[in-house]
T-cell receptor, first 113, second 116 residues
């Protein structure tokens, strides 16, 4: 069975500071991994995905994530936080059979001025 | 670019009533997924369809049913509604036929169902 654990339900950073959101996965097969962002009362927007190609994945809005098999991690980073980055972030793993997404519990990112 | 369309965006029903949620995938996408997101929760997979056939099933109550039609749109039918069914229901679509698409799913804005 596949699962995702996001460490830290709330992360607070200052504007301009580094953003680090942690995600660890469990999968018996090579996983597909995703990060989604959700703004209040909106749908989920794909930030980036890992598909077994490059281990360092670049996404939209300067976000990136590194797949580390030895650590079973897929942490999301951004060099400099903007106020507009404040949102809920979900890490997800995909079943290789049908593509259904299994989400982590989510991390709320707060950006302080 | 065209996105996933869901209707209605908001729905208020009473207990024991029925509700139908509709999803129109991105053109040429052949797979539709339904997810339920309770307040403060992560989205939970309900059911998916590939080329109009059910491809996977998650924690979907027996009171719920869904199908994908010939034009690839999908409907989620919910009967005997309970208070606990109040949630945001997302539809997502993807194109499974393309090698390397990695099941990249595009989400609709969701339907907020409130059961009173």
């Amino acid at each position: 069975a596949q699962s995702v654990t996001q460490l830290g339900s709330h992360v607070s950073v200052s504007e301009g500071a580094l953003v680090l959101l942690r995600c660890n996965y469990s999968s018996s097969v090579p996983p597909y991994l995703f990060w989604y962002v959700q703004y209040p009362n909106q749908g989920l927007q794909l930030l980036l995905k890992y598909t077994s190609a490059a281990t360092l994945v670049k996404g939209i809005n300067d976000f990136e994530a590194e797949f580390k098999k030895s650590e079973t991690s897929f942490h999301l980073t951004k060099p400099s936080a903007h106020m507009s980055d404040a949102a809920e972030y979900f890490c997800a793993v995909s079943s290789s059979n049908t593509g259904k997404l299994i989400f982590g519990q989510g991390t709320t990112l707060q950006v302080k001025p | 670019a065209a996105g996933v369309i869901q209707s209605p965006r908001h729905l208020i029903k009473e207990k024991r009533e029925t509700a139908t949620l509709k999803c129109y995938p991105i053109p040429r996408h052949d797979t539709v997924y339904w997810y339920q997101q309770g307040p403060g929760q992560d989205p939970q997979f309900l059911i998916s369809f590939y080329e109009k056939m059910q491809s996977d099933k998650g924690s979907i109550p027996d009171r719920f049913s869904a199908q994908q039609f010939s034009d690839y749109h999908s409907e989620l039918n919910m009967s005997s509604l309970e208070l606990g069914d109040s949630a945001l229901y997302f539809c997502a679509s993807s194109f499974a036929g393309l090698e390397g698409a990695a099941y990249e799913q595009y989400f609709g804005p969701g339907t907020r169902l409130t059961v009173t």
